[in-house]
Structures are given as C-alpha cells and as structure tokens.
C-alpha cells in the first residue's frame, strides 16, 4: 500500500486460494496491465498449489517467450518453473485459428472446408472490429467445457483484448452476433436462403439501386459469398447471437470473478470506473481493482518543500544529491496526483476492493518479474 | 524558425501505439502548422470526439469548425469524420443517392455496410482526407494549408491507407476505380507523410519498428517519430551510479537536511530505479535511431494535459522542425 485510500484491500491469496473461484477476467483500458496481471496471477495462483490455465490475449514479445509462448498452436502449454504441487499452462489467443476450429468442430469436413474459403468469412474472420473479443469468450467457453471434462486445470485466468473501451470485451461479442442476425443481412442474402419473394416492392427503388451500388463497390462475388456464409453459419448452430449469449452467461457464473485493471491516470481510471457500473448493471461479480503502475513513494517522510529548499543550497556545490532531492521531491509530486485521482475514484466505489502495485523500473518480461508483480498484488 | 523537415507535406497521418498520444500530437502539429497565417484542418475518423477534449470545444459535428486563432493570423479547424455521412457523401457523389439515404438507414443498411466492409469505411475515411487535400489544387475558395489526420493506430494504419489499392482488385474501370486511383496517388506521393508516435517503452517501440516497415513494404512515405511523454533524465549528466550512503549523509547534511538511514537509503533506492529507467529509455532509443527517421521529443507534462499545454507543445515541434 503506498497511497492512504479507504476502499477496502482487496486479498488477492484469499481469492486465489478459494477453490470455488473458477474463472478471474482481467478488464481494463489498453496498456494498463491486464496481460501482465493476468499472467501474474495465474502463476501466483500455480506457485498456491492450484492448476491453472492463463489465456493470455497480446503479451509483449519478451514476456510471451519467457512463458514458452512461442509455439502458436492455439493451445495451452505447460509452462516450467512452477514450485510447489501446482501447475500452470498458457496460451496465446489466435483469434482466427479459433474462428476455423468453431466451424471445423460444428460441420463435416466439406462444409466446413466450403466456409473456411469463403472470402467473405476470411475477412470476418481476421479483421472484423469485435472478433477478437467474441473469440476469447469462444476460447474460454472452451477451456472451460475442457477444464470440467478432464479435469486439467481448476482455475482459468482470462487477459481481455487491447480495446480501446474496456467495455468492448462484453459488448463486442454481442454486436458481432446482433449483426450477423440482422435484418439487413437477412434480406440482402434472401435469395441465397430461398425467401427472397417480393423483397423489391418492400424495400422500394431505393434498395435496388443501393443493392446495386453495394455489388458494384464490394462485387457480386462478395455478396453471393455473404450469402453463402449466412445460411451456412445458420444452419450450424443457430444464430452467433445464441452462442454469444451462452458464453456471456459463464461470465454470471458463481465461480467468476472479474478484476479491473487501471493505471492511475484519468483515462484509465474513467474506463474502469465504466466498467465496474456496467458489472454491477449486469449482476457479474467484481473481486476488486488493480491499480498498476503506481509511483512508489519511499522516504515520505523528507517533504517536497524540503527536498526542494535543501536542493537549491547545494545546487553549485554538490549536483548529485541536489539532484536527488530533486528526484524525491519529483517522484513525492506524481504520487500526490496519482493519490488524487484514486482518492476520486474509490469515493464514487467506495465498495470497490483495491490493490496496488508500483510501476516497476523496467518491463515485466520474466517469472522473476511476474512472481514480483504477484507479490505486490497480494500485499 | 522558418525552416521544416517536410516543406512539401500537406497531409500528415498521425499514427502510434493506442494511448502514446496521437490525438494529442496530431492537435499540437496543427497548431504548429498553423504559423504565419495559415489554415491547418485536423480531422478525427474514429468517432470519438478525441480532437474537442483536445481543444476543450463543444462535440465537433461533421462539418468544418474552427477550433482556434492563432497568433499570426493562422487557423486551426477540426473535423470529426461520420463514416456514416462519408458513406452517404460518397453514394451522393456517384449515385445521387442522398435521398434514399433515411431508407437505408432505418433498415440497418447504413450501418451494415460501415461494419461489414470496414475496407471501404476506409475507402472513405482516406478518400475524404485526400478530397480535403486536393482543394488546393482546385482554386477551391476555403483550401487549406496542410490537413493532419488523427489516424488508426499503428496495427491498422497500413491496411487503412493502403485500402484504395484493394478497389483496384474489384473495380477495373470507372469512376470509383479513377477515384481510388487518385486517393492512391496522394498518400504515395512526397505530399504525404505518415508519422508515428512512440513513448519509451519496450511494447510501443516494438509497434513503431513494425509499423515503419509495414509502411515501407506498402511505398507509403514514412514521416517522422514522434517520442511523447519523455521524462527528462534529472541526475547530471553520465552518472549512472548510485552514490554510496556516506557521500550522500554529508550532501544532506550540507543541504541542512538531518537525515536517518532509512532516508538515504530511500534515496538510493530512488536513485538506482531511475537509472534503471534511464538505460531502458537509451536501449529503446537506440532502436528507434536505428531507423533512421527524423526523431521529435515531447516532455511529459505532470500537470496533464490542457490547451495551455498543447501549445507548448506546438512551440516545442515548430523549434525541432517538424512544422
Ligand atoms: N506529453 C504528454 N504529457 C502528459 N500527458 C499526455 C501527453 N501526451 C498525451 N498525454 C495524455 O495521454 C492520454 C492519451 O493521449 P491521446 O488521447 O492523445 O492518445 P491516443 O494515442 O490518441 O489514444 P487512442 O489510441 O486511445 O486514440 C491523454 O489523457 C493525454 O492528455
Ligand atoms: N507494474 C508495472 N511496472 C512496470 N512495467 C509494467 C507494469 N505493469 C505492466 N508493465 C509493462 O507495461 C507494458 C504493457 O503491459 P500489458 O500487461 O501488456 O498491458 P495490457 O495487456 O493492459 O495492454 C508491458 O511492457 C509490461 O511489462
Ligand atoms: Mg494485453
Ligand atoms: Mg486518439
């Protein structure tokens, strides 16, 4: 702890310990830590005893080869250097691998080959804003089904996608689903679905020309693609939207807890503060915020007008330790406004459990580092 | 300082990692270009309403608003693309189609295309900053000076300016072909330049060397680095040691400061993070040089960013060059 706030601390070993959390998401604003917690936990959690899973989304390159992360099959590994009677395994998400074994695990092989090279699927599949979101909710329905199948991992730590909105995570899948149902697509891929009778006097002149200028900007190739890759979707299992909705309701699941990370900036701590109203709106279980990054105070003791005052009289006569106090005094300064601004945050959630972890000298890219991290989220 | 490092560029597309601070070096390089009277538009494509919490103005609509005067008679004006009213511009400009426009609309249509083909979201979103470019050569009677473009980020900004050469797979000839055609030829000529925004740190950096060769790979013209949120090294020059505790109880003590020993060591402590700090930021410095691009700083501001700020920031690019 380094800042005096009064939200409560949130014990990280008591939720790692509790052999009922089955599932810990990771949410947050982009670049805040979510990767880093993630993995940090899981480990943590491994060294505890348990058998834990990480799902880890874009991890830096260094970081991704420390935890043997190379091997891009889309499937977890063992990772080494776990002690104590735990495990740990990890996977980085390949968003379109993914997409192509849903498909390949729902159909025989020739329709499934029929859609892996629709064009139009390729590009849903690799670019399309919200796949990646929608695939890591794929990916943990998975694991899940897996972990209580066999019995391989009683814990799954899920890092989420570097979306811009931390909110992304649980609307994207959603909107991927909404759309893919939509009324739009319903009608302009009509003929390819045998219901297309009539459409023309519906719609008006309007629609035909504009289905016109649509062929002519994407090709007649794409739509009839479209169309073939709607029906075929369609008949696989019954709407995106359905299967989204039941990956969703893992996330209400008893044994889920979600963790939002935040740096203490105000970008990051606005995001994570739409964040935990929209846990609360949807009933899913929030464990606390991570506040990463957070300037570590040592010596509050010597104050800023000190170190200041002592620093200018000996400026000329010796720069090092005036120009150490002037770094104390610097760093005193960025704490007080990081403070602030939690201080803003937990008075809006004072129910809100928190934890801190400093921002360490340099990048997190080891187990040393993980396992320090680890340490500072469970003080 | 008159002289640029990029005095035929008219269209800067600021890119770089989310959250390393294009919207806001995209909003200083249009002050800075705005010097000696000119006008300068920045334009946003997201649709965030990044560029009015910038410029601490009401929500921009999608129409051309002025943002700022500044000293020297120069303007800045804002524009935050719909790619919704892109797209009906566009059927518009080809198809007379505005009309049908709330039709389309209310059925879904609208959106399905900007969603479904985000390809040619894109095909406007470019087309439309190179419209804006392409009004000095047309006598148009409000051109602009130079145009800045808030870009997408790192990971998408090939693909976005890239995308008219995809038209080209699909329209072989015609009007939307000629556009595309056009658009292409801006963003690859010496009239464009495609800068990225970087902090010090191992991840950005890492997206910067990718980026600059993506961009390369693809011939579109790579422009400066911008290094944002550079926080000054603040012990003197070449020291990379910890000084040890007795040097540093008699400095205290000159300094009339009484310290304990948990004190000095905290300043030791202190001390030796920062140089920590330092040599990573030199590491991932070194890699950026590698690259060979003119290379901007920008200090990080630790009261946060403000108007007052952004022109500082403004001053501080036009004395390195980069307007
Ligand atoms: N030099 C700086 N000093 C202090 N704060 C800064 C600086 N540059 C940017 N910021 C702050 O950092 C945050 C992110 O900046 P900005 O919104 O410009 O980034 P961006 O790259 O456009 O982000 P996104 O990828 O989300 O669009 C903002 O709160 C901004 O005020
Ligand atoms: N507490 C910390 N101290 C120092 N560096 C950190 C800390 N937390 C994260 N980092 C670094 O910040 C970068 C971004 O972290 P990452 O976990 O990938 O963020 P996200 O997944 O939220 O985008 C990484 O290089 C990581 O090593
Ligand atoms: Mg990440
Ligand atoms: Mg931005």
New interface residues.
Partial sequence: MTFALTAPHLEIDNLLADRATRIIVCCG???VGKTTTAAALGLRAADMGRNVCVLTIDP???LAQAMGLTELDNSPRKVPGVTGGGSLSAMMLDMKRTFDEVVESHSDPARAQAILDNPFYQ?LSS???GTQEYMAMEKLGQLRAEADRDGTWDLIVVDTP?S?SALDFLDAPDRLGT?LD????K??TAPARGAGKGLGKL??A??G??AG??T????TQLLSD?GAFVSAVDTMFGGFRERAEATYSLLKDDGTSFIVVAAPE??ALREASYFVDRLETDQMPLAGLVLNRVQ?V??P??SVE??V???D??ED????????????A??L??AE?QERLARKFVSAHPEVSVTEVVAL???V?DLTGLRTVGDLLAD | MSTTDWPDVQLHVVSG???TGKTTVASALALALARDGRRVLVMEVEG?QGLSQVFESPPLPYAERRLVTVSGGGEVWGLAVDPEEALLDY?EL??N?R??GG??RR???V???T??????RDVLLTGKAVELVRRSDKKHDTPYDAIVLDAPPTGRIT?FLNVNTEIAG??KVGP?RQQADGVMAVLRSARTAVHLVTIL???PV?ETIDGVAELHDSALPVGGIVINMMRPP???EG?CEV?DAA??DA??A????T?TS??I???R??????I??VA?EATERERLAVLDRPMYELPYL?G?MDLTGLQEMAVMLREQGMA
Avoid: W
């Fill in positions: 604003a982009g670049g830096a390159r260094r590009a670019s399309f804003a570097p811009r759309f939509g009324r739009f697509i009608i302009l719609l008006g309007g629609f020309l504009f200028v649509l002519k900007i994407l090709g479209l105000p970008d570590e040592r010596a003791e010597l000190r170190a005052a002592g620093a009289r000996i006569s010796d720069p090092m330790t005036s120009a150490l106090l002037r770094l104390h610097d760093r300064r960025n406004r000298p340099e990048d890219h | 990692k989310g959250g965030r059927l080809f198809y189609l009309r049908a039709v389309l059925m879904g249509a959106e399905f295309v969603t479904i083909a985000p390809g040619l693909r699909v329209a939307i740190e191992e991840m890492q603040l012990l003197p020291n000084p040097q540093l400095g205290l000159a300094a009339g400061l310290a948990t004190v060591e905290a300043l402590g202190e001390a030796a993070d920062h920590a700090r990573l630790p946060g």
